[in-house]
């Protein structure tokens, strides 16, 4: 239990650091760079160093090369979608987390299992 | 296209926005964890690059962009949506850099330093998120 509350208030101070960075940065397209950081992966790989040592954190590294293929996807659709139908954010936003599932999982079962 | 620093942007933000970021980041990294210890971290891993505050930022700026519009009496809606596209086309490039860091981490945390490692993986995805933003900016 206390392992999780540490990851949690640890993610949630380096992801809000992050977007910060994002929201002084102008023009949007480049803060938009930081909507894809590293923020929960360096919350995550420094307790998981801690805990477990380089080798584990190396096939978490692994994994996340699929996750990052479907992070690409999930907002190059979002963009799309977002610049011709009329449709709120938060709705097209959420209703495509499927979508980052599928890839992340396809990516993950076919290129690195 | 220069890139600027307006730090007066944070004051613009409501403290339920920053409490949202941290309350969908920390869930994130909590629920990645133990996925990681039930699954292992061949699954774990996927899911340290979920698009966390993805629906809370987006969100954030389209609301932001259209306020500001309608106070200046304009019709706000589209130029929200296009403000928060921009932003979602500025995450996917900001995804390539992603990729280089887990490369980079995949390939040298186990043998190296991996402190040194992690610092480098941050610096991969910041030169690739940069590059490919400024080729992008060219075409």
Not at chain 2, 2 to 17: E, M, P, S
Not at chain 2, 47 to 61: E, G, H, K, V
Not at chain 2, 85 to 109: E, K, N, T
Not at chain 2, 126 to 136: G, Y
């Amino acid at each position: 239990m206390t392992q999780i509350l540490v990851r949690f208030l640890v993610g949630g101070a380096v992801v809000s650091a992050f977007a910060a960075v994002g929201d002084m940065l102008k023009p949007k397209s480049f803060a938009g760079l930081f909507g894809a950081a590293p923020s929960v992966a360096l919350a995550t790989l420094g307790l998981t160093l801690f805990a477990e040592g380089g080798s584990y954190t190396a096939i978490e590294g692994r994994s996340m090369i699929a996750g990052a293929a479907a992070l690409f996807a999930y907002a190059s659709v979002v963009s799309w979608i977002m610049m011709r139908y009329k449709l709120n954010a938060l709705m097209i936003t959420t209703c495509s987390i499927p979508l980052w599932f599928a890839v992340a999982f396809s990516a993950w079962y076919l290129c690195i299992k | 296209m220069r890139v600027r620093i307006d730090a007066t942007a944070l004051g613009q933000i409501k403290w339920h926005d920053y409490a949202a970021r941290f309350l969908f980041g920390g869930l994130v990294t909590a629920v990645a964890g133990i996925i990681a210890n039930k699954f292992g971290p061949a699954i774990g891993g996927l899911f340290l690059a979920f698009p966390a505050i993805f629906p809370a930022s987006a969100t954030l700026i389209e609301k932001h962009e259209k306020e500001k519009k309608e106070k200046e009496g304009f019709e706000g809606a589209t130029r929200g949506k296009e403000a928060a596209s921009i932003d979602a086309s500025g995450a996917a490039m900001g995804s390539i850099g992603l990729l280089a860091f887990a490369l980079v981490v995949w390939r040298f945390v186990a043998n190296n330093n991996p402190w040194l490692v992690l610092a480098a993986a941050t610096l991969a995805w910041l030169t690739v998120s940069v590059l490919v933003w400024e080729i992008r900016k060219e075409t």
